[in-house]
C-alpha cells in the first residue's frame, strides 16, 4: 500500500482532503442538532475517555464484540484541527448481524452497530447511535419486527449501563 500525506491529497474540486476534513468535522460536531434523524442519544458516564472505557466494559460483559475504536479527535488534532473530544466504537454480535443481514441485506452497510461517544459545547458527554427503529425503516425491514426489537433491547441495556 502506498501511503499519501494527507495535506498532498486532494479532490477533483481542487479542495484539499484536510479541507474536507475540517468541513466533515465541522458538520459533525455542530450539526448534530439538525442530523438527529435516526440517532439516538443518551448521557455519558463521564469524560469521553472514561465513557469509551467503560463503554468496552460493558460491551464485552454483554458478549459483544468490538470491532474498532477509533478517537476522531485524536485523529484531528494530529492534522492540526482543534476539536472536541470524540470516540466511536463499533461492534456487534455477528449471530445477530447476519440474521438481520438475513432479512434486508441492505442493512450491511449500517452494521456493525456504532456508538458514538461525544462531547458538546458545555462538556457534556454523550452515546449517540442509530436507532433500531430508524433503521427497519430505512431497510424495509417490517417482517424482521422481532429481530428489531431484540436489537432496540439490547442497545437500551447496553447504553443504560454505560450512563450509570
Known amino acids: 500500500m502506498v501511503k499519501i500525506p494527507f495535506k498532498m491529497m486532494r479532490i477533483n474540486t481542487g479542495i484539499s482532503l484536510k ?3 475540517l468541513w466533515t468535522v465541522l458538520i459533525v460536531v455542530w450539526g448534530h442538532a439538525s ?3 435516526g440517532l439516538v442519544h443518551a448521557a ?3 469524560t469521553v475517555d472514561e465513557t469509551a472505557a467503560k463503554a ?4 464485552s460483559k454483554e458478549k459483544m464484540t468490538v470491532f474498532l475504536q477509533m478517537d476522531h479527535a485524536q485523529g484531528a488534532r494530529q ?6 473530544d470524540m470516540q ?7 449471530g445477530l448481524g447476519a440474521s438481520l443481514i438475513q432479512c434486508s441485506p441492505t442493512v450491511g452497510i449500517d452494521l456493525p452497530m456504532k ?11 454523550f452515546v449517540s447511535y442509530n436507532d433500531p427503529g430508524y433503521l427497519a425503516d430505512r431497510h424495509e425491514m417490517s417482517l424482521c419486527a422481532p429481530l428489531i426489537r ?8 447496553i447504553v443504560t449501563a454505560i450512563g450509570e
Do not use: H, M, Y
Open 150 to 157: 431484540q436489537l432496540s433491547q439490547k442497545l437500551n441495556t
Open 56 to 59: 468496552l466494559k460493558v460491551l
Open 88 to 94: 466511536l466504537i463499533l461492534f456487534g454480535n455477528p
Open 35 to 37: 442530523a438527529d434523524d
Open 44 to 46: 455519558g458516564a463521564a
Open 19 to 21: 479541507a474536507l476534513a
Open 79 to 84: 492534522q492540526g484541527f482543534e476539536v472536541r
Open 115 to 125: 456508538l458514538l461517544i461525544w462531547e458538546d459545547l458545555q462538556g457534556n458527554v
